[in-house]
C-alpha cells in the first residue's frame, strides 16, 4: 500500500506569500522523493526531485526539504502566482525496490487574489 | 516537438465494450506507464513497461490489458471485466526504468455510459 501521504488536502495562500506544501512518508528506506504539479485536465509534471543524501534542493522559486529524522518532505513555492493552482504531489522511490514510483494523494493549492 | 500524446482526450464507451487508449511517445524512452486518477485522488499503476516486448502488472491490473510491441506505443485496452472503468487515464514515460523522472502525456478521460 501508499507509504506516502499529505497533511492537507487544501491548501489557500495569497497571492504573493510564500506556500509550503507538506508530504509524510513512512518508509526509511525511501532513497529518491519527486514533487509533481498537476493542473486541471492535464498531466502531472515534474517540478524538482531529491536524494535522500541530501536535506534541501532549490529551483527556480521552489525549494524542497528533507527530513529523514521524522520522515518529512515539503515543498515551498515562493511569491505564489495564480498560476501556481494546481495539485501537488509527492511521490517517493524506495531503496532496492524495483524502481516503481509510490505516489501520495495530493494536495490542491488555491491561489487567493 | 518532443512529448508523449494520448488520444483521445474524451472517449465515451457503453456498458460492456472494450475499448482502447493510445500512448505514443517519440522521446525515446525505454520505459511508459500506465495510470488511473479518480477525481480528488492520487495516481495508482496500472500496467508499466520496462522495455519493448515487456510489460508488468501494477497495482489494480485486474481488467486491464497492454501491449509494447513497439518503443514509442504502449495502448492500453480497458476489457468489460473492469467493474468501475470510468476515470482519468495517464500514460507516461521515463529514459528507463530505473529513472524516476516521468513525463506524462495530457491524459484521456473515460466514461461509461
Known amino acids: 500500500g501508499e507509504s506516502v501521504g499529505l497533511h492537507l488536502p487544501t491548501l489557500s495562500v495569497q497571492e504573493g506569500d510564500n506556500s509550503i506544501i507538506n508530504c509524510a512518508y513512512s518508509?526509511?528506506?525511501?532513497?529518491?522523493f519527486i514533487w509533481y504539479k498537476q493542473e486541471s485536465g492535464k498531466g502531472p509534471q515534474f517540478i524538482i526531485d531529491i536524494r535522500s543524501n541530501m536535506d534541501k534542493r532549490q529551483g527556480q522559486r521552489v525549494t524542497v526539504l528533507l527530513n529523514k529524522t521524522v520522515k518529512h518532505l515539503s515543498l515551498q513555492i515562493a511569491a505564489t502566482q495564480p498560476g501556481d493552482s494546481a495539485v501537488y504531489f509527492c511521490?517517493?522511490?524506495?531503496?532496492?525496490?524495483?524502481?516503481?514510483?509510490?505516489w501520495g494523494a495530493g494536495t490542491k493549492l488555491i491561489i487567493k487574489p | 516537438d518532443g512529448g508523449i500524446t494520448q488520444s483521445p482526450k474524451y472517449l465515451f464507451r457503453k456498458e460492456g465494450q472494450n475499448v482502447t487508449l493510445s500512448c505514443e511517445q517519440n522521446?525515446?524512452?525505454?520505459?511508459m506507464y500506465w495510470y488511473r486518477q479518480d477525481p480528488g485522488q492520487g495516481l495508482r499503476l496500472i500496467y508499466y513497461s520496462q522495455i519493448v516486448n515487456d510489460f508488468q502488472k501494477g497495482d489494480i491490473a485486474e481488467g486491464y490489458s497492454v501491449s509494447r510491441e513497439k518503443k514509442e506505443s504502449f495502448p492500453l485496452t480497458v476489457t468489460s471485466a473492469q467493474k468501475n472503468p470510468t476515470a482519468f487515464y495517464l500514460c507516461?514515460?521515463?529514459?528507463?526504468?530505473?529513472?524516476?523522472?516521468?513525463?506524462f502525456g495530457p491524459g484521456t478521460r473515460l466514461t461509461v455510459l
Open positions: 511521490a517517493e522511490n524506495i531503496k532496492d525496490s524495483n524502481y516503481q514510483l509510490i
Open positions: 507516461a514515460s521515463s529514459i528507463s526504468w530505473a529513472n524516476n523522472e516521468q513525463f
Open positions: 518508509n526509511s528506506a525511501s532513497d529518491y
Open positions: 522521446l525515446n524512452h525505454d520505459a
